[in-house]
């Protein structure tokens, strides 16, 4: 096995030595390959090179020769640019041109028309008769002041008539159309339209005299009106502010209280301000004050009003649930007072209140749960009690 192995290492020695062969030689072959044609690129390398240098040349040449003719064509071009604004130019002049004598062909016809129908006469006679070679007479203005100075005895001569001057006669023409637009058209109605216009104009004068008349007689009522009011109010006021120092200073022993005005030289928009000062307080602002003292300086002003002008009774509803004992023995003092001319209707649940009514009003319930309202009469020591289901 051993003889076999190295039997078939020969062999495959021998097969690698002739492939190495083979490839030396072909490796040979490609090298001698190798240098015919590196020795063929050197000439071509050498030929291309003249080559090259050969189309350089003839491309700078040709360069050039571009350059030239570029500046050429664009000197041509700015020459066509040139000669067609030229053309265009004569062209929009040759267009004015024919319109413009168009339009002169026109208005010469429209004219010669207008000629013959307004003053039935051909453009020729109208030329002949009135052109500009044919003098104007003197204008009015001129003839009335020669016929004003024959009449006042002068030496005048007759005004001679003027050569044709086409400024002033146009200056003359623009005047008499201006003073005919001012005119206007003619209205064969407008004497009807006046009247009917001075018609409406007098009767809305006559309304607007009657309107003066009745805003006058509005504006004496209103001063009345206004008159009457200061003269209630001011009346009003100085009854109620008296009233409230009374009325004050007996809810309040020692404490001052009065009425203010915001603007006394108005007393249409004026208002009214209250100033309370307890005994032992030096503020007068209502905000400072206690609830209390707050309420009792609101039933005063109430009484005060009331007392300035009495009413046949008065209806006042829990009006001394924040006043203690003594300022509600007060407030009964003057209860006293107002009843002595007026009925007073008062809700409340205050006993010392209830101990001075003349009758009591209540709703009560009994032991079955059912609400009755009682009433009871207090007359001297007496009572006399009803009940009303």
Request: aromatic share 4%.
């Amino acid at each position: 096995g051993r003889a076999n192995s190295l039997l078939r290492a020969a062999a495959a020695e021998r097969e690698a030595r002739v492939r190495a062969q083979r490839a030396r030689a072909a490796r040979e072959h490609a090298a001698a390959v190798a240098a015919a044609v590196a020795e063929a690129g050197r000439r071509v390398a050498g030929h291309l090179s003249g080559v090259v240098a050969a189309a350089s040349r003839r491309r700078d040449a040709l360069a050039a020769e571009r350059q030239e003719r570029a500046t050429a064509m664009t000197a041509a071009r700015e020459e066509v640019t040139t000669l067609n604004s030229r053309i265009a130019a004569l062209t929009d002049s040759l267009h004015r041109d024919e319109v413009a004598k168009a339009q002169a062909s026109l208005r010469i016809e429209q004219l010669e028309q207008m000629v013959l129908e307004q003053f039935g006469m051909s453009a020729d006679d109208l030329i002949a008769e009135y052109g500009p070679d044919v003098t104007l007479p003197p204008s009015e203005l001129e003839m009335a002041e020669y016929e004003q100075a024959k009449e006042r005895g002068e030496q005048v001569m007759a005004p001679a008539p003027m050569r044709f001057d086409r400024p002033t006669q146009e200056r003359r023409a623009k005047r008499a159309e201006r003073e005919l637009s001012e005119l206007g058209r003619v209205n064969p109605l407008a004497l009807e339209e006046f009247a009917a216009l001075e018609e409406r104009y007098n009767f809305l004068s006559t309304q607007l005299e009657d309107v003066k008349a009745a805003r006058k007689d509005l504006l004496d009522v209103i001063a009345d009106v206004d008159a009457r009011i200061l003269q209630v109010f001011a009346e009003a006021y100085a009854d109620v502010e008296r009233e409230f120092e009374q009325v004050f200073a007996t809810l309040f022993p020692g404490g001052e209280g009065r009425l203010l005005l915001t603007d006394p030289s108005d007393l249409l928009t004026t208002g009214v301000e209250v100033e309370a000062r307890p005994p032992g307080k030096k503020v007068k602002r209502l905000s400072l004050l206690s609830g209390g003292e707050k309420s009792l300086t609101a039933v005063a002003m109430l009484v005060a009003i009331f007392r300035a002008r009495p009413s046949p009774f008065y209806v006042m509803d829990e009006v001394e649930a924040a006043l203690d004992d003594v300022n509600l023995r007060r407030l009964i003092g003057l209860f006293e007072q107002l009843r002595s001319q007026s009925q007073l209707i008062v809700i409340t649940h205050q006993k010392p209140t209830m101990e001075i009514a003349d009758a009591l009003y209540g709703v009560t319930m009994q032991g079955d749960g059912i609400t009755t309202v009682i009433s009871q009469r207090m007359r001297g020591q007496e009572l006399v009690a009803s009940a009303a289901p």
